[in-house]
């Protein structure tokens, strides 16, 4: 029997300590400072699980590993793969072929050993450029910075999916679910900075990922291409979006932009550790607010 993966509804977002966020530059380093030592990030993690979240959605970084390590009990993880930092996505030429010698050179002799088997199995070594053939060979290098227990979700970072989606590469976002479940035995998703245009394209194409991750809020702001296509997009259903960016860089609180997504049918939410000053707090009453839309 084939294995479903259900879309979760409430994320603790660390995407800000990778420096993914439009939270003002003042507040980014405030959070940086706060989390710098891990037992601190670590007691959060916990935190947030007890108050209801499913998982933490954030790249596998070192400081999110260590602070994992800290642990005795599993988190749930959803993590978001290539795990390289804005300003290197910025860095590299366009295409899917820098990203992959970047994390070969970075990678031990292991992890470029699965790699190059992945490649081989998968008849896409002799497919350069190629987008749906060669990103699980990248997913493979990311494969190595996981931890062992708790992967729930891998979720594609928004720079490889929007490059993708740029490219109308229809095979990309149908066979990277499929990898996904097969080599993580986890749910499969997609960040984007466009979720309009990726929920339309998913529709008239007919592909099903098991949710994507975009920002959803009052303000519009990043909901690509303009507020008025992503909520059409929304109100028709299909895929499930869990929406970011819930306070548009604090141009409004948490519970304006938690309200605001779920009535313009948001399956679920990923507030940012930037978008909050008491996470247990917040995070339970965001969880009495997705109760009532059972």
Not at 8 to 34: F, H, K, Y
Not at 50 to 67: E, F, I, K
Not at 90 to 108: K, Q, S
Not at 178 to 194: C, D, K, L, S, Y
């Amino acid at each position: 029997m084939k294995r479903t993966y259900a879309a979760p509804r409430l994320l603790l977002s660390v995407r800000s300590l990778d420096g993914v966020t439009r939270a003002p530059r003042e507040r980014l380093l405030e959070i940086q400072n706060r989390f710098r030592e891990p037992e601190s990030l670590a007691v959060t993690l916990v935190k947030a699980v007890d108050a209801g979240a499913a998982g933490v959605l954030g790249a596998p970084s070192p400081a999110l590993r260590t602070a994992l390590a800290e642990l005795e009990r599993v988190v749930p993880i959803y993590a978001v793969l290539p795990a390289l930092s804005p300003q290197a996505y910025r860095m590299l030429e366009p295409g899917v072929e820098p990203l992959i010698a970047r994390t070969r050179r970075d990678a031990g002799l292991v992890a470029r050993l699965r790699m190059h088997l992945t490649g081989v199995l998968r008849l896409s070594t002799f497919r350069r450029g190629d987008f749906a053939a060669r990103a699980p060979v990248l997913l493979e290098a990311g494969a190595r910075l996981l931890p062992r227990r708790g992967v729930t979700g891998i979720v594609i970072a928004a720079p490889l999916t929007d490059a993708a989606l740029a490219g109308d590469h229809r095979a990309f976002f149908e066979s990277l679910p499929r990898f996904v479940h097969a080599r993580f035995n986890a749910a499969a998703g997609f960040e984007t900075r466009n979720p309009g245009l990726l929920l339309q394209r998913l529709r008239e194409w007919g592909v099903e990922p098991d949710f994507i991750v975009g920002p959803v809020n009052p303000r519009g702001l990043g909901m690509k291409p303009r507020p008025v296509e992503t909520l059409t997009e929304l109100a028709r259903g299909g895929v499930p979006l869990v929406a970011a960016e819930l306070r548009a860089g604090g141009l409004c609180n948490l519970e304006e932009g938690v309200r605001y997504a779920l009535e313009h049918s948001a399956h679920g939410v990923a507030p940012d550790l930037a978008e909050m000053d008491e996470v247990a707090v917040e995070l339970r009453g965001v969880g009495g607010m997705l109760a009532e839309t059972r």
